[in-house]
């Protein structure tokens, strides 16, 4: 029995390596190019993300809050989002919800909590899955232009932009980071299930401590960046209305983005259709 743990945490630990964790994050942002989501038009996805991230809000109708979270939820699968952000999304949401009913529990609730816990939970779940099929699904310079079509300052957009772009950048910075305090480190032995939990502590303990030197080193990246960005005209193109309109000319509004509407748009007047109904 001490045997099979102890391999299967080995094995847990190799799949939650760095690189696992680097291919998750960079595949989100970056590898979705080829998708239903990543080739409509970031206005209208904007738009659509506009109406699912703030109506649920206002509304407590568990049909309705339902059809939404199917919805999304079928968006993001299309987005082909990676696994790690939806177990994270799983864990966070579903987590959450169980621990508030089991306080509710045992602060002398009984089961009617559950109706106003699910309707929480649809409402957080079906924004945070919208939220994860537009910055996931699109593409960094797609939602950037997006952002300007609507009005947004320039600096906005490209801030965002920017982020994206960071993230390699920021990946490997940390990697190279944790390898320098993993060479000059003496990590327990971790043959057995305790020096195993040891080595874990260790690894948590090494990443806590990178924190410091990895926003120290991206920030000298990140100036070395925006000095080169400054020096090629970037403030004078970003105001410039030329620029901007050749930037903008290439979003189009496609028979994809019609029918992405249209079943958004039926899904929902059917769900508010069984709501009236019960």
Partial sequence: MEKLTAKLSESILDKLSMDFLRNQVLKNAYGNDDTVIAGLDPRILLAWYLFFGLVPWF???IPFLLGCFLLVMATTLLARVAGLVLFLFALGVFSQT?????VTLLFGGDASAIAPL???TLK?????????????GL????LSNGLMWYGCPERLSFSISYAYRMLPMLMEEF???????????NPPAHETFGGKVRYLIYQVKIIMQSFYP???NTAKRSRTTVEALELRGYRYA???KSVKKIKLAALKVSCNDGIFLAVSLLVVAVAVLISTLL
């Fill in 214 to 216: 990895l926003m120290l």
């Fill in 139 to 142: 593409d960094p310079d797609k």
């Fill in 118 to 120: 699910l309707i929480l």
């Fill in 124 to 136: 957080v779940a079906t924004i945070s899955l919208a939220s994860v099929t537009v910055f996931s």
């Fill in 238 to 240: 970003a105001v410039n």
């Fill in 98 to 102: 169980g621990y508030l009913f089991v």
């Fill in 175 to 185: 990697q190279n980071v944790l390898l320098s305090y993993r060479l000059r480190g």
């Fill in 59 to 61: 509304v407590s109708d």
